[in-house]
């Protein structure tokens, strides 16, 4: 077997560190995310002759870097990840329902397919969240509304590829119904090509919500994400510039990792991939 490259062990290991910091990191912050220091707001880092308190320097207000930096990252994977789960399981199901009925069924469900794919979905979003108001049920649910046409896409394709398979018409000969073909024997054929989706639409998915949360349209204070602390220091890139450079830096990072991952899986379980390469 192949042993992965430089840039997938680099990818795997910000990846790794960036949700461990995520799921223990407040354990290890030095201050609360609510704390304000108004006499040291706007200190550089502590390598740049800041205050050894705090290692990342502060805020406007005096607030922590780091402390910001790991509640933000909590925030922006969490948003992602959910969002990334809703998306594919709505998808995966119109794929299914379309490849299953077929007829009129299929042409009207591949018609909304075209329909949502047709649309710049931050539009919609910006629509969505004019009209409603932000809450941070929709902003979950308007997450998993992004990409959800290409995981019905290529759930439809790839079921009716592995229905043509002689395994599924002996699972239907011997009287299995639709639940059990599908969960028990055409799911785990098709899984991979769907998890390779995953790691492929999870950075769009933050780049998304950072996106939004940067112009003031998602996340909400008291709530914190990376895309936030962003548009937080814009107003200070020329005298303060670790405020806005740390989270950017942190989006650049996991993305590129999350893209290098997924180009890896898609290579290493995308059995059409293997063909013409071997």
């Given at each position: 077997?192949?042993?992965?490259?430089?840039?997938?062990?680099?990818?795997?290991?910000?990846?790794?560190?960036?949700?461990?910091?995520?799921?223990?990191?407040?354990?290890?912050?030095?201050?609360?995310?609510?704390?304000?220091?108004?006499?040291?707001?706007?200190?550089?880092?502590?390598?740049?002759?800041?205050?050894?308190?705090?290692?990342?320097?502060?805020?406007?207000?005096?607030r922590d870097m780091?402390?910001?930096?790991?509640?933000?990252?909590?925030?922006?994977?969490?948003?992602?990840?959910?969002?990334?789960?809703?998306?594919?399981?709505?998808?995966?199901?119109?794929?299914?329902?379309?490849?299953?009925?077929?007829?009129?069924?299929?042409?009207?469900?591949?018609?909304?397919?075209?329909?949502?794919?047709?649309?710049?979905?931050?539009?919609?979003?910006?629509?969505?969240?004019?009209?409603?108001?932000?809450?941070?049920?929709?902003?979950?649910?308007?997450?998993?509304?992004?990409?959800?046409?290409?995981?019905?896409?290529?759930?439809?394709g790839v079921v009716?590829?592995?229905?043509?398979?002689?395994?599924?018409?002996?699972?239907?000969?011997?009287?299995?119904?639709?639940?059990?073909?599908?969960?028990?024997?055409?799911?785990?054929?098709?899984?991979?090509?769907?998890i390779v989706q995953?790691?492929?639409?999870?950075?769009?998915?933050?780049?998304?919500?950072?996106?939004?949360?940067?112009?003031?349209?998602?996340?909400?204070?008291?709530?914190?994400?990376?895309?936030?602390?962003?548009?937080?220091?814009?107003?200070?890139?020329?005298?303060?510039?670790?405020?806005?450079?740390?989270?950017?830096?942190?989006?650049?990072?996991?993305?590129?990792?999350?893209?290098?991952?997924?180009?890896?899986?898609?290579?290493?379980?995308?059995?059409?991939?293997?063909?013409?390469?071997?």
């Open positions: 077997m192949q042993r992965p490259g430089l840039p997938v062990l680099f990818a795997g290991a910000i990846l790794f560190a960036s949700v461990l910091v995520a799921l223990v990191g407040n354990v290890f912050t030095p201050h609360a995310v609510t704390d304000q220091a108004l006499l040291s707001r706007l200190q550089p880092p502590a390598f740049m002759g800041g205050q050894a308190e705090f290692p990342l320097g502060t805020d406007r207000i005096g780091v402390t910001r930096l790991v509640a933000g990252l909590q925030m922006s994977l969490s948003v992602a990840l959910m969002g990334t789960l809703i998306g594919a399981v709505f998808g995966t199901l119109v794929g299914f329902a379309a490849a299953h009925f077929r007829g009129l069924v299929e042409e009207a469900l591949m018609m909304l397919v075209d329909f949502q794919a047709s649309l710049p979905f931050i539009l919609i979003a910006l629509t969505l969240l004019a009209f409603f108001g932000n809450s941070m049920v929709l902003f979950v649910i308007l997450m998993g509304m992004f990409g959800w046409e290409t995981y019905a896409r290529l759930a439809r009716l590829s592995a229905r043509a398979q002689p395994y599924a018409k002996a699972v239907e000969a011997l009287g299995a119904g639709p639940g059990r073909l599908y969960g028990l024997h055409i799911l785990p054929n098709i899984a991979s090509a769907l995953v790691t492929l639409t999870f950075p769009q998915i933050i780049l998304l919500e950072t996106s939004l949360s940067f112009l003031g349209l998602g996340i909400q204070p008291p709530n914190i994400s990376l895309g936030q602390i962003l548009g937080d220091g814009r107003d200070y890139l020329s005298t303060a510039w670790w405020i806005s450079v740390w989270p950017g830096l942190l989006i650049f990072l996991i993305t590129l990792s999350m893209s290098i991952l997924g180009d890896a899986l898609r290579d290493r379980l995308d059995p059409m991939l293997k063909t013409r390469t071997s």
